[in-house]
């Protein structure tokens, strides 16, 4: 499968931004789909995650302020962004994975390529 990030930008803190990820070679169905995201000089770190049966997990920074959601068809996931904080700037990835008990121990199989938020204060 193939993802592809759209829907970074610069935004006010406070403001709200939603990000989309459109796959491509097969749809999401079967997959765990999942945000992460990386701010300069840090390590890489999940935001949020969707797992086969439609779960969702949060990180602690984001819980409450951003929503992972996908349609119907399993095409798209999204990350949908508010009361953004300047400590939220970092470029953000769409990743998958098709493991049936995939739990997040380990990186995701598949990434798209990042998209860069930024949150002015």
């Known amino acids: 499968v193939q993802l592809q990030a759209s829907g970074g930008g610069l935004v006010q803190a406070g403001g709200s931004l939603r990000l989309s990820c459109a796959a491509s070679?097969?749809?999401?169905?079967?997959?765990?789909v999942g945000w992460y995201r990386q701010a300069p000089g840090k390590q890489r770190e999940l935001v949020a995650r969707i797992s086969r049966d439609d779960s969702t997990e949060y990180a602690d920074p984001v819980q409450g302020r951003f929503t992972i959601s996908r349609d119907n068809a399993k095409t798209m996931v999204y990350l949908q962004m508010s009361s953004l904080k300047p400590e939220d700037t970092a470029v953000y990835y769409c990743t998958a994975d098709d493991h049936p008990y995939y739990d997040g121990a380990s990186p995701p199989t598949y990434w798209g390529q990042g998209t860069l938020v930024t949150v002015s204060s």
């Open positions: 070679g097969s749809t999401l169905r079967l997959y765990t």
